[in-house]
């Protein structure tokens, strides 16, 4: 684990961005093709600006988020309209997004034909995950009706989830699905998620689901 402290979140960003633009490169020196898999909201947004405008093989870059609200695109709340927004644009729009979404009507009726597509990009060659204020990733919240099994071992590669914090059904990848990748970031802003994060360090997984990932991660944080 590693915690790096930036300045202002510009200088972050700008950063994050060219860490992950070097890790792809040089994962498409070695592989055919390469995962990326990235969180959903508004703070990813600026990193994404400027990763879909980096000179990339980006035909050869499979994106996928970690976790989608149960929504349709049409949905202001929906992930994957935001990434086509941010950064299947410019260069990046060249890259093959795999769907976490489909149009029917819960998370468990999309499971099965979602599924394979993931599958068969694993392992995730770069993570970016994000981090709420409860300590949860992806839509592994503390509390949600599937979290224990998500956290474990047995885990399947998705999950439906519901959970108190969460406005809608979700699908995420499974802590196991995740922990694949050869190298993952999380990224957080201000004072309260540096809070957060410093104690998920001490705390068990169910309460702080994002502390399984931490081991491995490198933490990006701005004010």
């Not at 930036?6 to 860490?19: G, S, T």
């Not at 592994?140 to 590669?157: I, K, R, V, W, Y």
């Not at 998705?158 to 809608?168: D, H, K, S, T, V």
Request: net charge negative; aromatic share 4%; glycine share 6%.
């Amino acid at each position: 684990m590693s915690f790096i402290e930036y300045p202002d979140r510009e200088v972050m960003q700008l950063d994050l961005a060219n860490k992950i633009a070097g890790e792809l490169r040089s994962a498409l020196d070695h592989q055919d093709r390469v995962s990326f898999c990235v969180s959903g909201g508004s703070t990813p947004g600026p990193v994404f600006d400027t990763l879909s405008d980096v000179s990339l093989d980006w035909d050869r870059v499979d994106v996928l988020l970690n976790d989608e609200r149960w929504v349709p695109e049409s949905s202001e709340r929906s992930n994957t309209a935001m990434l086509k927004r941010r950064l299947l644009v410019n260069k990046a729009a060249h890259a093959r997004l795999i769907p976490l979404y489909a149009d029917v009507p819960t998370p468990e009726d999309g499971l099965a034909g979602l599924m394979p597509a993931i599958e068969a990009i694993l392992p995730i060659n770069v993570l970016l995950l994000g981090m709420g204020d409860d300590m949860h990733t992806a839509s592994l919240f503390p509390g949600a009706d599937q979290l224990d099994l998500a956290l474990s071992d047995e885990a399947p590669t998705l999950l439906a989830m519901r959970a108190p914090g969460a406005a809608e059904p979700r699908i995420t990848l499974s802590a196991n699905a995740l922990k694949t990748a050869i190298s993952t970031h999380i990224l957080i802003t201000g004072e309260g998620k540096r809070k957060a994060y410093e104690a998920a360090r001490d705390l068990p997984a169910q309460d702080a689901p994002v502390s399984v990932f931490l081991p491995q991660a490198h933490v990006h944080w701005a004010p």
